[in-house]
């Protein structure tokens, strides 16, 4: 168990729809990545928060948002789903801002768009 | 920005067989360079990091190399196990940078 808490673990929607996902990092870590896992993909980063300010921007999509709040947990936002997002979405933290160490994963939330 | 290539995308290897996985990065400000072991289901979990002060570096049957000059580095898993069979993530990153970019993964199955 790494300590980073996903939820929901599946979730089955229609295209047009939106979502929410949501991540508490481990106790301590400030920093929270998120990644998309598409069909045979590797991780595609998306965005990082630290302590509540957005840190930096990868490929995410303009229908994508997300944000930390002061209790540190984080929420990707996916709107205006379209099939080809569907994906195993992960969160990780880590204690600090720059990226020296380890990287916990939680163990995703798996979207599939019908 | 960084690119990150990994080879071979599957490997299968007999146990007790050696097994390598190899990446070579773009950037050479990159300093920062993970192995993550993805089994079904889970997410990744970090089983060893090399940093570029370092050529190699060793854990029980784990071992990574970095060559920086050629900018690339690799995995080696000697021994292996049945349970060694997951998915294998490289990356690398800088160490003021807010994320790390991955492979595209190695999917290793070990044959009893």
């Known amino acids: 168990d790494s300590g980073v808490t996903q939820t929901p673990k599946h979730l089955i929607t229609a295209t047009g729809q939106r979502v929410t996902l949501r991540c508490s990092p481990r106790s301590g870590d400030l920093s929270v990545y998120w990644y998309q896992q598409s069909l045979d993909q590797g991780l595609q980063f998306l965005i990082h928060y630290y302590n509540g300010e957005e840190r930096a921007k990868g490929n995410i999509l303009e229908r994508f948002s997300a944000q930390q709040f002061p209790d540190l947990h984080s929420e990707l936002n996916l709107s205006s789903l379209e099939l080809g997002d569907s994906a195993l979405y992960f969160c990780?933290?880590?204690?600090?801002?720059?990226?020296?160490?380890?990287?916990?994963f939680g163990e995703g939330s798996r979207l599939t768009v019908l | 920005g960084e690119n990150v290539e990994q080879h071979p995308s599957t490997l299968s290897v007999q146990e007790g067989d050696s097994a390598v996985i190899k990446c070579t990065y773009s950037?050479?400000?990159?300093?920062?360079f993970p192995w993550y072991k993805q089994e079904l289901g889970k997410g990744p979990q970090l089983i060893i990091d090399?940093?570029?002060?370092?050529g190699e570096k060793k854990d029980q049957r784990i071992a990574v190399t970095l060559n920086k000059t050629a900018k690339h580095f690799s995995l080696h898993i000697t021994e292996t196990q049945p349970e060694d069979s997951a998915v294998y993530f490289c990356a690398a990153s800088t160490t003021n940078a807010g994320k790390s970019t991955f492979g595209d993964g190695t999917t290793l199955t070990v044959k009893p």
């Open positions: 950037d050479s400000a990159s300093n920062y």
């Open positions: 090399i940093r570029s002060n370092v």
């Open positions: 990780a933290s880590s204690v600090k801002a720059a990226l020296t160490g380890e990287l916990f």
